[in-house]
């Protein structure tokens, strides 16, 4: 079946540093893929998703790129700022399935 | 427009007693999706519906555990007799046409069994 991996945390990170959250999948179609960000005390939003190959999803300055080769989708932002801080989850939904698998949650802290 | 609203946000439940979570999706909204988040582990697909249908239960434990969504009123999950194990977060979220469109979540409902 499908499923999602994700770098496991918790991660810390000082305020302007890079940040890579890891995600690999495993599909048996083609999927989109996602990633959401959940903040303490709240449901999960959507923070950017891709929908083919070499597509790239960004928002917020947070960007992550479809590659099939690799079957990744890893999370990257050039410069983080503390209010960046909460779990992120990796997500896949395969073309006309009605659920999302989503990965465990990677949960980034930034420090001022 | 409102979002996915839950309640209750917080449930209390001594083993043996029912639970039961309500969900109303957005305004517009007929897919329905109910997730579980268990402590330090990511969300768990459970059911999936669409008004008065079932579409995929695969994620739903075959015991104690039913869901719903009428014509009218909210999306209800319903646990029966839970037991300690059942403690969870659990999640409702929404989407608008189907499968390829986003998910919006609520806030969800933290279950805790006694």
């Known amino acids: 079946g499908d499923s999602v991996t994700q770098m496991e945390g918790p991660v810390t990170l000082s305020e302007e540093a890079f940040l890579t959250i890891n995600c690999t999948y495993t599909?048996?179609?083609?999927?989109?893929l996602f990633w959401y960000v959940q903040y303490p005390g709240e449901g999960l939003q959507l923070l950017l998703k891709?929908?083919?190959?070499?597509d790239k999803g960004s928002n917020k300055g947070f960007e992550a790129t479809y590659r099939k080769e690799t079957t990744s989708f890893h999370l990257e932002k050039g410069s983080v700022q503390v209010s960046d801080s909460a779990v992120y989850f990796c997500?896949?939904?395969?073309?006309?399935?009605?659920?999302?698998?989503f990965g465990d949650g990677t949960t980034l802290t930034v420090k001022p | 427009n409102a979002g996915v609203m839950q309640n209750p946000r917080h449930l209390v439940r001594r083993r043996g007693q029912e639970a039961r979570l309500r969900c109303s999706p957005m305004?517009?909204?007929?897919?329905v999706y109910w997730y579980r988040q268990l402590p330090e582990e990511g969300l768990k697909f459970m059911v999936y519906?669409?008004?008065?249908?079932?579409?995929?239960e695969s994620g739903m434990p075959k015991e104690r555990f039913s869901a719903e969504f009428p014509k009218e009123g909210p999306s209800i999950l319903r646990i029966q007799q839970v037991v300690r194990g059942d403690s969870a977060a659990y999640f409702c979220?929404?989407?608008?046409?189907?499968?390829?469109?986003?998910?919006?979540f609520g806030s969800g409902t933290q279950l805790s069994v006694l």
């Open positions: 979220a929404s989407s608008p046409l189907g499968p390829d469109e986003k998910l919006f």
């Open positions: 599909a048996t179609g083609y999927p989109s």
């Open positions: 891709a929908t083919k190959a070499d």
């Open positions: 997500a896949l939904r395969e073309t006309n399935a009605g659920k999302s698998t």
């Open positions: 305004k517009g909204h007929s897919h």
């Open positions: 519906l669409q008004k008065e249908n079932i579409i995929d």
